[in-house]
């Protein structure tokens, strides 16, 4: 098979808080400054009362301040070859998006050499290659044109694209009218139909809906069975698994796995779950939000009440989730997520307050701390081993978000009443159902 992208010892350097020799926010106060004829002092961002080296000038006698660097990438070594569907995974941060960037030509390596075969389409954020003031008619032909290809190679894919997209009753409005699920659906709609080479996605389809998601996966089958590559970033591991059939692990910027897919998300899932040791919560290296309330502490508990490691299937449960209000205020609407998953990341099963509750959750502005409790009075899944994600917001902002928060390891019970059990090999839930045989 014939590699169509050769990626040799390529890394990507950042230099942090500096522009030239000045910080960022030297600029903007010297744009203040100008504006008003005079410095501002309250309008010194990023100063304090003593200044440090980071946050001022140089002046001609002083010693220049020392630049902070860091890797996005450090020395990746990859071939893909052609045809092949690589899913590219890693933690926030790891440098997974920074090597889509290189290999579509929107930033440099550092050093280090790419060959690359064929046209690349790359759909890297929301509105990649868009005109804001062009319409969407005439973005296709833009995209088109950029990707090399005729007005009349364009005209005969156009109502495929446009289609696929759902957007033709906006087609002739300017795309700085439409929503960002409206770009991504454009966006990837071009991306996909014009035949490149090589496709490249990062996690923009997050941001459309179920339906148009399933579409993706499938117009990437598509793409992928006619011999073009793809190339995958996305934090869902259902969809990598679905598509991908090779996979890279990046972990702060190197590339730490490199194989068959299901491999490499068992990889990248063990290095998340290496986290789920206790039910201490405050020490948890993956909270996500502003923390203005944030999850402590969690005991999960037996039907009696008993605080225990196990529970077991078709008995009632309990799980205690202590939360600490870090900026008390009041908070209305606050809602709460408990989601269990496989050892894959697939959903199990939801639970959440804002569809069983009649009212809505508020905190008052004096509140400090509390308790969410959830009961599951008939727990309808096959023993095995199962973790959870938590999540709490309200209509605005987010306040922590845990990944892999705890472990949930459920036993064999009687859920039938007939002794028996069934495990997970046939289904991921457990229905109660009566059976009558008549004969004739």
């Not at 209000?325 to 959903?347: C, I, L, Q």
């Not at 472990?407 to 991921?428: A, K, V, W």
Request: glycine letters at 8%; one cysteine or more; charged letters at 25%.
């Amino acid at each position: 098979m014939m590699s169509v992208i050769d990626i040799n010892d390529i890394s990507k350097k950042y230099r942090l808080g500096y522009v030239g020799v000045k910080t960022l926010a030297d600029d903007i106060n010297r744009l203040f400054a100008g504006l008003r004829g005079r410095e501002d002092p309250t309008l010194k961002i990023g100063r304090t009362n003593k200044p440090t080296p980071n946050s001022q000038l140089p002046t001609p006698n002083s010693q220049l301040p020392t630049p902070n660097f860091i890797w996005a990438l450090k020395d990746i070594n990859l071939k893909v070859e052609q045809g092949e569907v690589l899913g590219i995974i890693g933690k926030n941060g790891a440098g997974k998006s920074t090597l889509l960037k290189i290999l579509s030509k929107v930033t440099v390596p550092t050093s280090g050499t790419i060959k690359i075969k064929g046209r690349i389409a790359s759909l890297l954020e929301v509105g990649t290659g868009f005109h804001a003031e062009l319409t969407g008619r005439e973005n296709i032909f833009l995209n088109g044109a950029i990707l090399g290809m005729t007005k009349a190679e364009i005209h005969s894919k156009f109502d495929e694209i446009v289609d696929f997209s759902g957007v033709e009753k906006y087609i002739d409005t300017p795309v700085k009218r439409y929503s960002s699920g409206m770009y991504v659906r454009l966006a990837f709609a071009v991306a996909a139909h014009l035949e490149p080479e090589i496709l490249i996605v990062d996690e923009v389809l997050a941001v459309g809906d179920a339906e148009f998601q399933k579409k993706c996966i499938g117009k990437m089958k598509d793409v992928s069975s006619k011999g073009r590559t793809v190339l995958f970033v996305s934090h869902n591991m259902t969809s990598i698994m679905e598509l991908c059939t090779k996979g890279m692990l990046l972990q702060n910027g190197r590339n730490v796995f490199y194989g068959d897919i299901m491999q490499t998300v068992s990889a990248y899932l063990g290095s998340v779950k290496s986290n789920v040791q206790h039910t201490d919560l405050v020490s948890h290296p993956g909270h996500n939000g502003n923390l203005n309330i944030q999850f402590v502490k969690y005991d999960l508990l037996d039907e009696n009440s008993n605080v225990v490691d196990n529970i077991f299937t078709g008995r009632p449960f309990r799980i205690n989730l202590d939360l600490r209000v870090n900026k008390p205020a009041y908070y209305k609407n606050v809602h709460f997520s408990f989601n269990v998953v496989d050892e894959f990341d697939r959903p199990i099963f939801h639970l959440e307050n804002t569809c069983t509750c009649k009212d809505d959750f508020s905190i008052a502005e004096k509140q400090h701390e509390f308790t969410a409790c959830i009961q599951v009075d008939d727990l309808p899944v096959p023993h095995g081993k199962y973790y959870f994600h938590l999540f709490c917001s309200d209509l605005y902002e987010v306040f922590d978000e845990i990944k892999f928060a705890g472990e949930l390891i459920i036993e064999d019970g009687n859920f039938f009443g007939t002794g028996r059990t069934l495990d997970s090999r046939y289904g991921m839930v457990l229905i109660r159902n009566k059976w009558e045989f008549i004969c004739s």
